[in-house]
């Protein structure tokens, strides 16, 4: 089985390395970087994702983060592609009440310094990473550039709930400790699939790069289930 892997708001899909280091090898894994997409807005980088991804091959879609709105809409798309979706700490309307005003955040807080390295570990990491951990988070930022990772914060300062249904089913795995996305967001993704079924994980909102290997887990459990 295919699983495409869209990244959170870094957009380059190195974040994704211990999960891919702890999924089982009967997956075939793909990594799409949304740095390689010419479009910055949401509906662009859809359009050029779906002719990337268009085939008759079923597909899983793992979805980090930002790139929820990204899944629904592919899944809307390519109905006959997608056969699961699975959410890591992901939104597919506005994450939380303050999201509206994600533009406004500062630049400065994406660069590493002292200030931005407790900010990090607290907000997305509930307080335990190793700052190797913090390190890769601010290489993917710096890789990516400021520029885009300002229009990114503009893409979800935009978002609205969509009022769709969707016929695929799909697992949210929910870090308990996640200040990024609310529960209520959480709830709206799960009343647009089919069939969703939550499972929350201890720590923050990056729990696929620190609880990697429950995330690896869980994934593989409930595609062993869809498939049977």
Not at 1 to 13: A, K
Not at 166 to 185: C, E, G, H, W
Not at 215 to 228: P, V
């Given at each position: 089985?295919?699983?495409?892997?869209?990244?959170?708001?870094?957009?380059?899909?190195d974040l994704f390395a211990p999960l891919l280091a702890e999924l089982p090898q009967k997956y075939c894994?793909?990594?799409?970087?949304?740095?390689?997409?010419?479009?910055?807005?949401?509906?662009?980088?859809?359009?050029?994702?779906?002719?990337?991804?268009?085939?008759?091959?079923?597909?899983?879609?793992?979805?980090?983060?930002?790139?929820?709105?990204?899944?629904?809409?592919?899944?809307?798309?390519?109905?006959?592609?997608?056969?699961?979706?699975?959410?890591?700490?992901?939104?597919?309307?506005?994450?939380?009440?303050?999201?509206?005003?994600?533009?406004?955040?500062?630049?400065?807080?994406?660069?590493?310094?002292?200030?931005?390295?407790?900010?990090?570990?607290?907000?997305?990491?509930?307080?335990?990473?190793?700052?190797?951990?913090?390190?890769?988070?601010?290489?993917?930022v710096e890789k990516t550039g400021m520029p885009k990772m300002r229009q990114r914060l503009r893409n979800?300062?935009?978002?609205?709930?969509?009022?769709?249904?969707?016929?695929?089913?799909?697992?949210?795995?929910?870090?308990?400790?996640?200040?990024?996305?609310?529960?209520?967001?959480?709830?709206?993704?799960?009343?647009?699939?089919?069939?969703?079924?939550?499972?929350e994980l201890q720590r923050g909102h990056f729990i696929g790069q620190h609880s990697a290997k429950e995330?690896?887990?869980?994934?593989?459990?409930?595609?062993?289930?869809?498939?049977?």
């Open positions: 089985m295919r699983l495409v892997l869209l990244p959170g708001m870094d957009g380059t899909g894994t793909e990594v799409v970087s949304l740095n390689s997409l010419s479009a910055e807005s949401y509906d662009g980088q859809v359009r050029l994702l779906v002719e990337k991804l268009w085939n008759n091959e079923p597909k899983v879609l793992v979805a980090e983060s930002y790139s929820g709105p990204l899944a629904l809409q592919l899944c809307q798309q390519l109905p006959n592609c997608v056969t699961a979706v699975i959410f890591i700490a992901s939104f597919t309307g506005p994450p939380s009440p303050y999201s509206k005003h994600s533009h406004k955040i500062p630049l400065g807080l994406m660069s590493s310094g002292p200030v931005s390295r407790v900010v990090l570990n607290y907000l997305g990491f509930d307080r335990k990473a190793t700052q190797d951990q913090l390190s890769r988070v601010f290489q993917s979800i300062s935009r978002l609205t709930n969509l009022n769709v249904s969707v016929n695929v089913p799909a697992l949210y795995i929910r870090p308990k400790n996640d200040r990024f996305v609310s529960l209520d967001t959480v709830r709206q993704v799960a009343t647009t699939f089919s069939s969703t079924e939550v499972v995330c690896a887990g869980q994934i593989d459990r409930f595609l062993l289930e869809i498939i049977d």
